[in-house]
């Protein structure tokens, strides 16, 4: 069921499959990717409980192994509304047998929105009902539109006044190099490089002092994000094909692994949470 919340300025559209945001329009224009099938049929998926990919779409946990789609198992599962005012919008989604089947854990994960003026808040709450530690990770995968300039190297991103960030590049495929690399930014921006883009199908940079401004000399349309601090990577992708106008800008909680060897969920690098404790993680965009 699609949900509307408004505020003076903004109206968001948001499902309850997959509490994924599916439409955000500031005076008649569209900010988030359409969702064409043809290109990538999500518009922002919540990721949950891993980012990115697992080694062979498995992993064991207590000697037994699970499989998992890329990006976990929210986006196909039914969230139900908690609060529903004129402005905000609380989702929540708790373990069911559905769930335990691919992931063996006891937790309720909440997804809250609200609009206010320009802005969206988005938090994301992990809340462990188990006994014992929860291992995840958590991230928000929006998919934002290109407006009238299509151009994707005509857009830049500016990141808190910083000048380098941390690059970590993909490897084995789909995985990540723990290995950072220095990224330097011309005069404090990363602009964007359609063939950059494309040959390392996801940038995953540190760094960046938690926000990020993406804009175009060629359009007034803007949108600046902020995030909170256990967020602490942040990466750019884009469908291959030059008909998809869109961009991702995706914070995370954690990445990928290297891709070496088997995904062990008692080991792997990523959160845990004890048990009958919560973590909460914040978004803002704010559409210019």
Known sequence: MIYEIKSTNLVAKIDTLGAELKSVTKSANEYMWSGDERYWDDIAPILFP?????????????????EMDAHGFL???????????????TLTLSANETTRAIYPFDFEFVADFTVAGNTLELQLTVKN?????????????????????GEINNFSLEFGGVDKLIWHPLQNGCFVNPNGKDYALVNGKYQFN???????????????????????????MAVEMK?????PYFCIWKETDS????ICLEPW?????????????????????????????SYSVKFI
């Open 50 to 66: 891993i980012c990115g990919r697992l080694l062979d779409s498995k992993y064991s946990f207590g000697g037994k192994t699970y």
């Open 227 to 231: 995030y909170s601090k256990n967020l």
């Open 194 to 220: 359609e063939d950059e883009i494309y040959s390392n199908d996801t940038l995953v940079f540190c760094g960046t002092n938690e926000r990020a401004l993406l804009s175009s000399p060629n359009t007034s």
């Open 253 to 281: 909680s954690d990445v990928p692994s290297t891709g070496d060897e088997p995904e062990i969920f008692e080991t792997r690098r990523m959160s845990r949470l004890p048990a009958k404790k919560s973590e909460t993680y």
């Open 243 to 246: 008909n998809a106008r869109f």
């Open 129 to 149: 009902t188990g006994d014992g530690t929860l291992p995840y990770m958590v991230g928000w995968h929006p998919g934002f539109v290109l407006s009238s300039d």
């Open 75 to 89: 986006k196909f599962s039914e969230f139900t509304p908690t609060l529903v005012a004129e402005n905000r919008l």
